[in-house]
C-alpha cells in the first residue's frame, strides 16, 4: 500500500487550515463498521460502497454518500476535524490503503489500533488510535478539544507519509531485487 504522489501534488491548492468539527469516513459497507459509526454522535460524513444498505439501518448525525474519488477525497479529509479509519478483520494487525491516503490527503487519521500502522505512525505523535467504542469516543472528544495538538499530529503525519509513495516504494523494491 502507498498514495499517489502525482495526484496530491495537483490537489494542493486546496489545501485548508480551517477543520469542521466533523469526521469523514471513506470505505465499503460491513456490520462492524456500521456499529462503530452509530457508535459516535457528532456529524460525520460517510462515503463509500453498499451503504445503501442503511434504508433500514439509520446512522445518527451522517451524510452518507456514495464512491468519491482524488480531489473529493482530498477536500473532505482535508477540511474535517478526523478523518476515521476503521480496519476490516483482515487487517487487524496491520495497515490498509487509509493508512496512507489520510496522512497524505492532510487528514489527521483516528484509526483502529494496530502495531503495523504504529510503526508507520507513532499513536499521538503522527495519528490517533482507539481500540474500543468508549477510547474512540474519548480520542475524539480530545482532538476536538485540542484543535492546536491535533494540527501538530497532523501535520507530523503529513510529513511522515512522503516517504510512501508509490514512486518511493517501487524505487525502494528495484533496490532491494537489484542488491
Excluded at 23 to 50: A, C, E, W
Excluded at 90 to 97: R, T
Amino acid at each position: 500500500f502507498g498514495f499517489d504522489s502525482l495526484s496530491i501534488f495537483k490537489l494542493r491548492n486546496y489545501l485548508k487550515n480551517k477543520r469542521k468539527d466533523e469526521i469523514n469516513f471513506i470505505g465499503t459497507f460491513d456490520q462492524n463498521r456500521h456499529d462503530i459509526l452509530s457508535s459516535i454522535n457528532i456529524k460525520k460524513k460517510i462515503y463509500g460502497g453498499n451503504w445503501n444498505i442503511l434504508n433500514t439501518k439509520r446512522i445518527k448525525n451522517a451524510f452518507i454518500g456514495k464512491h468519491i474519488y482524488g480531489k473529493d477525497i482530498f477536500k473532505i479529509m482535508n477540511s474535517s476535524a478526523i478523518s476515521l479509519n476503521i480496519l476490516r478483520e483482515q487487517n487487524y494487525s496491520a495497515h490498509n490503503m487509509r493508512t496512507f491516503e489520510i496522512p497524505a490527503y492532510n487528514g489527521l487519521m483516528l484509526t483502529t489500533r494496530s502495531a503495523e500502522q504504529n510503526k508507520f505512525f507513532r499513536e499521538n505523535k503522527a495519528c490517533f488510535m482507539f481500540s474500543s467504542k468508549k477510547e474512540l469516543k474519548s480520542k475524539i472528544n480530545f482532538i476536538l478539544k485540542n484543535p492546536k495538538k491535533s494540527e501538530k499530529v497532523r501535520k507530523y503525519g503529513n510529513y511522515l507519509v512522503q516517504k510512501h509513495s508509490y514512486i518511493n516504494r517501487v524505487k525502494f523494491l528495484l533496490k532491494e531485487i537489484n542488491r
